[in-house]
């Protein structure tokens, strides 16, 4: 931070103090240092530049991503492109697990917990035993002459337009800077601008922590141009490269070795391009400089305000489809991060919509068809070792990313999840045979971007063989929302491919003669024995094989094949354990009553709850006993949890239609402690699940469509949010809702169906049975 900056930080700070102690802020709005609110009201602003990295805001165009930190004198936009991971194609499937396996069972099965655990350690992880690390490109950076008398900055995020702006008076001329990385064009782009000709000066460079070259060229463009970081012993196999073009109107633009600069101009564009050479998990042979060289071709073919409109309209394509209206306050006219500090203490229902739409730009920045899917930092990381390598923890997190996809009316999002787990059917293929001799596949507890498919990071965590099983749920809600024949066609290998795997390998266990699985873990939770989590057949995987093979069994009969695995898997699940409620009236988490004498009480994961949501085989009207159960385990766990332990609850909370509790989860969950200035939920460190968790837990809140009916506002909170409205939101059977409602009761509502049907809509103890016509809509 400069001086000056450090100046209006000291200056904001005390104004900020005035601000509370006086009088309201819009009061000082004709002050020097201190600048409006925005006009829209979907905006994330603050009164001085970022500090720390997750004060700067984050933009993406599911590909390329940005943090723009908005400091007066120096402008950092780190730089990610989601391609950009250590490592190279690698097959991590360790051969000697297979002899090892059944020794693992018997021991499982004769309660040697600890032994199992050892074994399990020493001869059935994957090699290497971590996975690889998704890394930065590095930084932009933007040099500005000294500022002087600076006032009225404000730094902004609007989450309508997708564009991050800066805006400050320096020595009486308003400098305004644009940030956005356009998903129709594949650059960055940042434009600067003052309200007096000639006064944009500025000199531009590239800083990375990776092992690459920066070099200037035609006297106006940087070019980075590295190699990919070696992890875990799996040498680096990708090239990658970086262009910036600095382009001025008026002025002089002038390159030295590494930088360009630009002086006395009247307005200045830069354009990012940034590429690698990853085609796939399993080909590497792409040529970054022909894609950044052929990208910034493109765009420099176009006037700054053509990429403008042309970025903005596609933004607004998906964002523009919900609209939430929970009611405002005036702490809606505050800094967003103070209105987080305050959340917990104040009236501010406009930061929960705020919130529900920001998880909503976060899908669409770092997920789109093309892309990859949104890892455990969405697309948004600064370092060379990230928590958890930034990758995809498929226990929950990378699920939970997901959630709001469909609910929220972001369908198409989900494209990058349906390939990542169409290349697991390939490399979890060959898992599945070295280590279990099994057909079909399988992924265990991680995932990265070459689909490494083996158990990882240790006996507790990893030896859990359900996440490829937990990915097919979510592609199978895919269908559910929209009923698409064609998608169900693609995605139905991995069905049957993931189903295959548990004939292969379920296990009958000697008390009941229940199918069970085995080694397994119910997701990271130790049990009271050994110091360990390995067992056989948790609920959580019991409630996933049911899901998947009654998906499997109603895909093959919409697409008319496979009968005999159909009446095959039928059987089977007949056979699963099933769920069973505990002494304390919980929902049992294991396969014995071991859950009150669990070291963890109030772990973050809550997996036996996956039945009651996301899944519905647990529901209030349907299975009234396995529902209390579950309130139970829910209260037992208690309130206090990670981001994502949050998000989990309150979309649990809604599941069970306690408004007041989901609503209380949310306020923790939007408050300084799981929410960082800029929004980003604080697991802590930054995950990004927790932000989809709570957009999703919103929806839920406003509206469910499993059990066969159409719900509305199943768990509003009547105090908090009195009066409302949302329109846009997706039910299950390709039907798209709106409902607005008054003094905690429904107003109105109506039902769009996409596809003709016949549905049951219910309000509270109210229910009706619609019949509609594809394209007709219902008004209640
Ligand atoms: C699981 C969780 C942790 C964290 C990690 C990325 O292992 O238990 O809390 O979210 O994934």
């Excluded at 309508?160 to 064009?185: H, I, N, Q, W």
Aim: glycine share 8%.
């Amino acid at each position: 931070m400069t001086a000056t900056e450090r100046q209006l930080l000291r200056a904001g700070a005390v104004v900020t103090f005035v601000v509370i102690i006086a009088a309201p802020p819009f009061t000082l709005r004709a002050t020097r240092q201190i600048e409006s609110p925005p006009d829209s009201p979907l905006t994330l602003w603050y009164r001085q530049p970022a500090n720390e990295w997750v004060e700067a805001l984050p933009i993406g165009n599911g590909r390329l991503a940005g943090m723009v930190f908005g400091g007066i004198e120096r402008e950092r936009i780190q730089l990610n492109e989601d391609t950009l991971w250590a490592g190279g194609p690698y097959d991590p499937a360790n051969p000697q697990a297979l002899d090892a396996l059944p020794i693992a069972r018997r021991l499982i099965f004769a309660g040697k917990y600890g032994e199992a655990h050892a074994l399990v350690a020493e001869k059935m992880l994957g090699r290497p035993m971590r996975q690889m690390p998704f890394q930065p490109v590095g930084d932009l950076l933007l040099t500005f002459p000294a500022a002087l008398n600076v006032g009225g900055y404000r730094r902004e995020l609007d989450l309508d337009t997708a564009v991050a702006r800066v805006t400050y008076v320096s020595d009486g001329v308003r400098f305004v800077r644009e940030v956005l990385s356009s998903p129709v064009d594949q650059v960055i782009a940042v434009r600067l601008t003052a309200d007096r000709p000639g006064r944009i000066s500025v000199t531009a460079g590239m800083s990375t922590p990776q092992d690459a070259t920066i070099a200037t060229e035609d006297g106006r463009t940087i070019v980075m141009r590295g190699v990919n970081a070696e992890s875990q012993g799996i040498k680096g196999a990708l090239t990658f490269e970086a262009r910036v073009r600095v382009m001025a109107e008026g002025g002089t633009v002038s390159a030295d070795k590494t930088s360009v600069a630009v002086a006395g101009a009247n307005r200045v564009t830069l354009l990012l391009a940034a590429a690698t050479s990853f085609k796939s998990f399993k080909d590497v042979s792409g040529d970054p400089r022909a894609l950044t060289t052929s990208q910034l071709a493109g765009a420099g073919a176009k006037s700054f305000d053509a990429l403008l409109q042309a970025h903005i309209a596609e933004h607004r394509r998906l964002f523009r489809r919900v609209t939430l209206d929970l009611g405002s306050s005036e702490a809606a006219r505050r800094p967003t991060g103070e209105r987080i500090r305050d959340f917990m203490r104040g009236h501010d229902p406009q930061l929960a919509a705020l919130y529900f739409q920001f998880g909503r730009y976060l899908l669409i920045s770092s997920s789109r068809p093309g892309s990859q899917p949104a890892n455990l930092q969405g697309d948004w990381n600064d370092q060379m070792k990230p928590p958890w390598e930034s990758k995809y923890t498929i226990n929950i997190n990378t699920e939970m990313n997901y959630w709001p996809a469909e609910s929220t009316n972001l369908p198409e999002l989900v494209e990058p999840l349906t390939r990542l787990v169409l290349d697991l059917v390939e490399t979890g293929a060959r898992t599945a045979k070295v280590q279990y001799g099994a057909r079909g596949w399988l992924a265990h507890h991680n995932t990265d971007l070459w689909r490494a498919s083996a158990p990882v990071d240790g006996p507790a965590s990893g030896m859990w063989p359900t996440g490829g099983a937990w990915l097919c749920q979510t592609l199978w809600e895919h269908f559910e929302y929209t009923r698409d024949r064609t998608y169900l066609a693609r995605i139905y290998p991995a069905l049957k491919g993931a189903s295959e795997f548990f004939l292969d390998t379920l296990v009958e266990e000697p008390a009941h003669k229940w199918l069970v699985t085995v080694p397994s873990a119910s997701p990271e939770n130790r049990h009271p024995f050994n110091n360990t989590t390995l067992t056989a057949g948790p609920a959580m995987d019991m409630q996933i094989l049911r899901d998947l093979f009654t998906n499997t069994i109603r895909a093959a009969e919409i697409l008319t094949i496979d009968r005999p695995l159909r009446d095959e898997l039928a059987a089977t699940r007949e056979r699963l354990a099933p769920s069973q409620i505990g002494k304390a009236g919980q929902l049992q988490e294991w396969l014995e009553d071991w859950d009150m004498a669990a070291p963890d009480l109030h772990h973050r994961h809550v997996s036996h709850l996956y039945g009651l949501y996301p899944s519905a085989q647990i529901t209030l009207r349907g299975t009234p006993a396995l529902a209390a159960a579950a309130r139970k385990s829910l209260e037992i766990r208690g309130d206090n949890a990670t981001g994502w332990g949050l998000g989990w609850r309150l979309n649990l909370w809604a599941r069970l239609q306690d408004a007041e509790h989901a609503y209380t989860i949310l306020e923790r969950l939007l408050s300084p402690e799981r929410t960082y200035p800029n929004m980003f939920d604080a697991h802590p460190p930054f995950q990004i699940d927790g932000n989809f968790g709570g957009t999703a837990g919103i929806a839920e809140m406003l509206l469910q469509s499993h059990a066969g009916e159409i719900e509305l506002l199943p768990a509003l909170p009547k105090k908090t949010w009195p009066n409302g409205s949302v329109t846009g939101l997706r039910a299950r059977g390709g039907l798209e809702v709106g409902i607005s409602w008054k003094d905690g009761t429904l107003a109105s509502a109506t039902v769009r169906a996409l596809i003709g049907q016949t549905i049951r809509l219910r309000y509270g103890t109210a229910t009706r049975i619609v019949n509609l016509a594809a394209g007709q809509t219902y008004s209640w």
